[in-house]
């Protein structure tokens, strides 16, 4: 498949002339390639189905808690002592 054709501003040719090293096409390329992998869930190894498990434990302890604990001040004291 062939992909259309990028514009680059006259900064960024620029930059880029002076890395003669830099590959532009592959740069391009493989800055599609990373977002894809995000997009798909792919990169970290996200799995959509535990993570909404994951959260709602989160929001099943939470409402057992009544609001005495707090995550966020949990961090925070983790924190400050190490």
């Given at each position: 498949?062939?992909?259309?054709s990028?514009?680059?501003d006259?900064?960024?040719?620029a930059?880029?002339?002076?890395?003669?090293?830099v590959?532009?096409?592959?740069a391009?390329r493989?800055?599609?390639?990373?977002?894809?992998e995000i997009?798909?869930g792919?990169r970290?190894?996200?799995?959509?189905?535990r993570?909404?498990?994951?959260?709602?434990?989160?929001?099943?302890?939470?409402?057992?808690s009544?609001?005495?604990?707090?995550?966020v001040?949990?961090?925070?004291?983790?924190r400050?002592?190490?």
């Open positions: 498949m062939k992909a259309g990028f514009r680059l006259e900064e960024t040719k930059k880029m002339g002076r890395y003669k090293d590959n532009g096409n592959e391009i493989d800055t599609i390639e990373r977002r894809m997009e798909e792919l970290g190894g996200i799995d959509k189905k993570a909404l498990k994951a959260s709602e434990d989160m929001k099943r302890l939470r409402s057992k009544s609001g005495r604990w707090s995550g001040e949990e961090i925070r004291r983790w400050e002592r190490y």
